[in-house]
């Protein structure tokens, strides 16, 4: 069990490349089971979520073969069983996406229930209702998802509420169904128009992924093709918003403006300069202290939830006061007390932070609770004089490649130590 050792008081300032997004990662990782030929997918981030992911697909028998670029050919005609275990599935909820799959093409699935989490119950009654509706099987027994079909039907499916993998585990079993299934409320992240844009080149007859309305007409089978997953955008924000927090410079690579452009207005909002190009965006603080903005997180396009602890911190230093309100899961506020910690002013309603910003964090010894909680820590230790220990940085490592390089690279002071 490592520890980060964040030093304060240094104003960033640099350049990184950004990574392949982890949450279009895991899902095309789970859709490489519906080709019955090799399938090469590029880009794929470092992580531990893609490591596990490995290992489940790994288990079932399909072979995985990768390169020193951390490309991943994937050949599933040796799988020999359909098992998602609850050891691995513990681990990382996002196992839930082989469901789909496995279903689709092989007529059964046996996943373990995923269980909570630190932000939320997170349930997947949406997609088992969904896979229910295209004439699945489903039963759960012992903490297991048992799930049978010959051959999925086509639907009409409207999700009660937009979530994002169910809308990505749906649209992949509807790709072998029989017929045409239309997903109303559909997420519209664009990790659900990548997934599909992978699947479209293997094959399948989707239109509509990235809207709120995807239709799916069945084929008989996927066949290879080979993928490069697009850019972080979360990942991306999050080192902008380090760059803003420590009134430096920072510019990242390899990514694309258009995935987060609610989340670059909210950067100007705060008083930071942003400059883009085709593939890349530079934030400059020019030494000014942010000023608060108030942020009111939703389903895309709208501020991703996943940038809510970042924009946090930022406001706990900034000149002014904000709101800070979650919408999309009921417990995504365990960074705040880790903040207060360090000398945040931060009140909770509800599902809503008022900040007030104060002039300086300290630093101090703080827990990781999840993986974007864990990031703002990191951000908040920048920004605080003095040192802060962040315990349970496993939390980190599931969604941040070499997090302590990067910021290295951009003139931070992280080190990674035993704990
Ligand atoms: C995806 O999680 C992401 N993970 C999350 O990123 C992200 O925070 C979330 O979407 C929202 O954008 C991956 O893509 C692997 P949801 P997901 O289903 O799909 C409720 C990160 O930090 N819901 O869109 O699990 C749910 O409780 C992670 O990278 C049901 O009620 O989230 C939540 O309130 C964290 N029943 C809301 O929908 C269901 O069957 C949205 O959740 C499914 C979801």
């Not at 997918?41 to 990768?66: A, F, I, K, Q, Y």
């Not at 269980?115 to 997609?127: E, K, L, M, N, S």
């Not at 999700?159 to 790709?175: D, F, G, Q, W, Y």
């Amino acid at each position: 069990m490592d520890k980060l050792i964040v030093t304060g008081g240094c104003r960033l300032d640099g350049e990184i490349r950004i990574s392949g997004a982890k949450n279009a990662a895991l899902p095309i990782m789970a859709a490489t089971l519906l080709a019955d030929e090799p399938i090469t997918v590029c880009n794929v981030p470092h992580l531990h979520d893609v490591t596990t992911t490995m290992e489940l697909l790994g288990r079932m028998g399909v072979s995985l073969v990768v390169d020193e670029f951390l490309n991943i050919e994937v050949d599933t005609s040796t799988i020999n069983n359909f098992y998602a275990p609850y050891e691995l599935v513990k681990t990382m909820r996002a196992s839930i996406l082989v469901l789909g799959p496995l279903l689709t093409r092989f007529g059964e699935a046996h996943v373990s229930m995923p269980g909570g989490c630190a932000i939320g119950q997170r349930p997947v009654d949406i997609h088992l209702d969904g896979l229910k509706a295209m004439g699945a099987d489903i039963q759960v027994e012992n903490g297991y998802i048992i799930a049978r079909a010959d051959r999925l039907k086509g639907a009409h499916i409207v999700l009660e509420t937009i979530s994002v993998t169910a809308t990505e585990n749906l649209m992949m079993a509807a790709t072998l169904a029989d017929g045409e299934t239309v997903i109303e409320n559909a997420a519209q992240e664009p990790e659900v128009a990548d997934v599909a844009k992978c699947l479209i080149a293997m094959g399948a007859k989707i239109t509509g992924a990235g809207t709120s309305r995807i239709v799916v007409e069945g084929v008989s089978r996927l066949g290879g093709t080979r993928h490069r997953i697009l850019p972080d955008r979360i990942e991306t924000g999050t080192y902008l918003v380090a760059g803003a927090v420590t009134g430096g410079r920072v510019k990242a690579r390899d990514t694309d403006p258009k995935l987060l452009e609610v989340v670059l207005q909210k950067l100007r909002d705060a008083g930071a300069k942003v400059e883009c190009g085709e593939d890349w965006i530079e934030v400059d603080m020019e030494g000014r202290r942010p000023q608060a903005v108030n942020i009111h997180t939703a389903p895309y396009p709208a501020l991703p939830t996943d940038m809510q602890a970042q924009f946090m911190v930022l406001n706990t230093i900034a000149e002014g006061s904000s709101t800070v309100t979650e919408t999309v899961f009921e417990n995504r506020f365990m960074h705040v007390q880790e903040l207060l910690r360090l000398g945040a002013n931060i009140t909770l309603e509800g599902n809503t932070a008022l900040v007030k910003g104060v002039e300086s964090l300290q630093g101090a010894p703080v827990m990781a609770t999840d993986l974007r909680a864990s990031a703002s820590l990191v951000l908040a230790g920048l920004v605080a004089t003095g040192e802060t220990h962040i315990s349970r940085i496993y939390h980190i490592d599931r969604g941040y490649e070499c997090i302590e390089e990067k910021l290295e690279l951009l003139g931070g002071n992280v080190k990674r130590v035993p704990a």
